[in-house]
C-alpha cells in the first residue's frame, strides 16, 4: 500500500469515526468558523493540574476540517500543555511549510496524514481550524501557548 493511500485512509477513518466528538458542554467553549468554506468547530475543554482534560467537539464541514479536529483531540486529550504546545507548534509549522514539512510522526502522530494539505492554501485554513479553536480555549483556560 502507498503511503498517500495509507494517509487517506487514516483521514477517512477519523473522519466516519471521529474523536471526541460530542455535544460540547464545558464551561470554556469556543465556536470557530472558517468563512471560506463554511466550516465550523465548537470546541470545549478544561485544563487540570496542567493536562487537557475534557475535550468535547462538535462541527460540520469537509472531511480535511473534521478529521483534523478528531486527530488533534486524539492526539492532545490527556497530555500535559507543554507536550499539546509542541504539538500544536509542530502542526501550525508543516501546514504552513507549502509541502516542504512532513512533520515529525513521533509529535504527530496520525496528523502527519494532513502534510499534504499544506501544498492547497485553500484547504490549510480547514486543517486548521480544529486547532485553533483548542489554542483558543487553551488560553481561556488559562494555559500559555
Known amino acids: 500500500m502507498e503511503l498517500d493511500s495509507l494517509y487517506q485512509e487514516v483521514i477517512l477513518d477519523h473522519y466516519k469515526k ?15 468558523v472558517n468563512p471560506n468554506c463554511g466550516d465550523e468547530i465548537t470546541l470545549s475543554l478544561a485544563i487540570r493540574d496542567g493536562k487537557v482534560e475534557d475535550l468535547v467537539w462538535d462541527g460540520v464541514g ?16 490527556g497530555k500535559t500543555v507543554a507536550e499539546a504546545q509542541v504539538a500544536l507548534k509542530e502542526f501550525t509549522e ?24 499544506s501544498k492547497f492554501p485553500a484547504r490549510v ?5 480544529g486547532w485553533m479553536a483548542f489554542k483558543d480555549a487553551a488560553i481561556q483556560n488559562g494555559a500559555e501557548l
Open 18 to 32: 471521529p474523536h471526541h466528538k460530542g455535544l460540547p458542554t464545558g464551561e470554556i467553549q469556543v465556536h470557530h
Open 62 to 77: 469537509c472531511s480535511i476540517s473534521q478529521a483534523s479536529a478528531s486527530i488533534m483531540s486524539e492526539l492532545v486529550s
Open 94 to 117: 508543516m501546514m504552513q511549510s507549502k509541502g516542504n514539512f512532513l512533520g515529525n510522526e513521533e509529535i504527530l502522530e496520525d496528523a502527519v496524514a494532513l502534510a499534504g494539505v
Open 125 to 129: 485554513k480547514c486543517a486548521l481550524l
